[in-house]
């Protein structure tokens, strides 16, 4: 794996089409301690195809849990669940580092169906 500032290998579009990337609407956010890095809980709907999953996301620096209901998140939902501390992370919600290193969540510019894909 390669550190995240610098680009990694090429790959095929393919490749790319094997990571499901999809548009979900966080329900519920709520603190985490039992994670080792501070961390949310949340519950995200992903629309009637795919449904509400589990994901923990280590975003306590640049979001609160009172702003991110109801804020639509980008995740990836075809990556085997990951046991993070008592609880089961379905998918991965994506962020990038701001400045200082910390989680800021990818944004959408306009809202969209919950279950959309990225392509």
């Known amino acids: ?24 609407t966080i329900v519920s956010a709520e ?14 709907d992903f629309g009637p195809e795919i449904g509400q999953k589990k994901s923990s996301a280590q975003i306590t620096v640049r979001h609160s849990p ?5 804020r639509q998140v980008m995740a990836v939902v075809n990556f085997p669940p990951r046991q993070i501390g008592p609880m089961r992370s379905e998918v ?3 962020g990038f580092p701001d400045a200082d290193g910390h989680v800021v969540l990818a944004a959408l510019s306009h809202p969209v169906p919950n279950g959309g894909r990225l392509f």
Do not use: H, Q, W
């Open 66 to 70: 009172d702003e991110l209901v109801g």
């Open 1 to 24: 794996m390669s550190d995240a500032s610098t680009p990694s290998a090429s790959i095929t579009y393919d490749d790319f089409e094997k990571v499901d990337i999809r548009v979900g």
């Open 31 to 44: 603190p985490f301690p039992e994670a080792r890095k501070p961390a949310f809980r949340l519950l995200i």
């Open 92 to 94: 991965l919600t994506l």
